[in-house]
C-alpha cells in the first residue's frame, strides 16, 4: 500500500523561510585573521567586542573557577585596564559574579541547557508512543527568537497519508505550540515582544487565546488551512514551562469541538510525563 507524506508546510511562512535560510555565517564576515570585512566601523567594533567576550568566558574550566583582571591580560594579551573594563562590563550584565566567578545569566543558560538535554533524551520514546497510541504525528518544539521551533518529530505509522512537519521549522504565533509556550511564560516581556508585529486586534485576540490555554492547558492552532489541526500541551521543569508537544492530524481526526478529547487527554499524559523527568 502506498504511503504519502503530506508536510505541514501550513506552519511556515515566507518571513520564517527567509530568516532561515539568509543567516550569515560568521565565518563568511570574519576572514582567518579576525578582522571585519566590508563592515561599519561600529560593527567591527561591535563584532570585536562580542569575540573578545567570549573569549573570557572561554577561559572558565575546571581548574580557573573565577577570573581576574591579571589571568585575562596575561591569557589573552590585553593590557589590565581593558580587561578590567571587559570584565565589569560582563558582570554588570550579569554573566559574571561579585568576584568575577560565573554569573546568573550563565546559571540561567546552563540551567536551560541542561533542561532541554533531559527533554530531548527522554521525549522520543514517549513521543514514539503518543503517535503510535493517537495514530496523530507527535512532535517536540523549544521556544525560539520569533515562535516555537520543532526539534523532533515521530510520525503516524498508520494510514496512507501522513501528516508531518520537518525539525527546525520554526512555527508561526497562531500555531499551537507558540500559544503553548507563550501562554506559560513566566516573563511577561517575551509575550510583548512577539506581539509587538502584531495589530491590535490581533494582539488582543491572541491574548484571549493564551488566556484559554492556561486554562485547558493545551491550546489550538488557528492556521487558517481547511482540513488541518494541532493541538499542544506544556513540558514543564521545576520552576518554568520548558518545552511544548503537539499533535497533528485531520480536523476529522482532531478537532476542538469534535469526539476527539481521549487523543488530548493522551497528549495531556505525554506532556506530563516527560515534566516528571525533568528535574530543572
Do not use: C
Not at 184 to 203: C, K, N
Request: glycine residues 8%; aromatic residues 4%; without cysteine.
Amino acid at each position: 500500500m502506498m504511503n504519502i507524506r503530506l508536510l505541514y508546510l501550513a506552519s511556515m511562512t515566507p518571513d520564517n523561510l527567509d530568516e532561515e535560510v539568509t543567516m550569515p555565517d560568521p565565518f563568511d564576515i570574519l576572514p582567518a585573521d579576525g578582522r571585519a570585512v566590508g563592515l561599519p566601523g561600529s560593527d567591527r567594533g561591535a563584532i570585536q567586542t562580542i569575540e573578545r567576550a567570549a573569549m573570557i568566558l572561554a577561559l572558565f574550566d575546571q581548574h580557573t573557577r573565577a577570573l581576574s583582571p591579571a589571568l585575562v591580560a596575561e591569557r589573552l594579551g590585553l593590557n589590565r585596564t581593558t580587561a578590567h573594563r571587559y570584565l565589569h562590563s560582563l558582570q554588570a550584565s550579569g554573566f559574571l559574579g561579585q568576584a568575577y566567578g560565573p554569573g546568573p545569566l550563565i546559571d540561567q543558560l546552563s540551567s536551560l541547557v541542561s533542561a532541554r538535554q533531559q527533554i530531548l533524551a527522554v521525549a522520543p520514546a514517549i513521543l514514539r508512543k503518543l503517535s503510535d497510541q493517537s495514530g496523530l504525528t507527535a512532535v517536540l518544539s523549544f521556544l525560539g527568537r520569533t515562535g516555537a521551533v520543532v526539534s523532533h518529530v515521530e510520525e503516524a505509522n498508520a494510514g496512507t497519508i501522513v501528516l508531518t512537519v520537518r525539525a527546525g521549522t520554526v512555527l508561526e504565533l497562531k500555531a499551537a505550540q507558540s500559544r503553548i509556550l507563550l501562554a506559560f511564560q513566566s516573563d511577561p516581556g517575551v509575550i510583548t515582544r512577539m506581539h509587538a508585529a502584531l495589530s491590535g486586534v490581533e494582539a488582543h485576540q491572541e491574548q484571549a487565546e493564551l488566556s484559554l490555554a492556561r486554562r485547558n492547558r493545551v491550546a489550538w492552532a488557528d492556521l487558517d488551512r481547511a482540513g488541518l489541526a494541532s493541538v499542544a500541551a506544556p513540558v514543564f521543569g521545576s520552576r518554568d514551562i520548558q518545552a511544548a508537544i503537539a499533535v497533528l492530524g485531520t480536523t476529522a481526526m482532531l478537532s476542538s469541538s469534535g469526539p476527539s478529547s481521549h487523543r488530548v487527554d493522551l497528549l495531556r499524559g505525554a506532556a506530563q510525563q516527560i515534566s516528571s523527568m525533568v528535574t530543572i
